[in-house]
């Protein structure tokens, strides 16, 4: 797959939903999502957009944890492959 393929970002119609692409891909669409919101939003605003979307999504997985839970672990994992990318 061609990772410079244009692919658009959340909420165009650049490609279907059953478009096959890779995680840098997936990444960019969401960056210049995310980007937007940052930019056009509150940080009061942007605090509840992303318990919201963060809930949304602990919700629908199979395994209900506390969302403080899943947060801290999230944050920790994350933290720790960026310092091992240095």
Do not use: W
């Not at 650049?14 to 997936?26: A, L």
């Amino acid at each position: 797959m061609n990772d410079e393929h244009d692919v658009g970002t959340l909420g165009d119609s650049k490609i279907s939903k059953n478009t096959i692409i890779s995680h840098d891909q997936v990444k960019r669409r969401c960056k210049r999502f995310f980007t937007k919101l940052l930019l056009d939003s509150s940080p009061k605003e942007l605090a509840d957009y992303f318990f919201e979307l963060c809930y949304s999504i602990n919700e629908e997985t199979k395994e209900k944890k506390r969302l403080d839970l899943v947060i801290e672990k999230f944050d920790e994992n994350y933290n720790n492959t960026e310092k091992e990318k240095e």
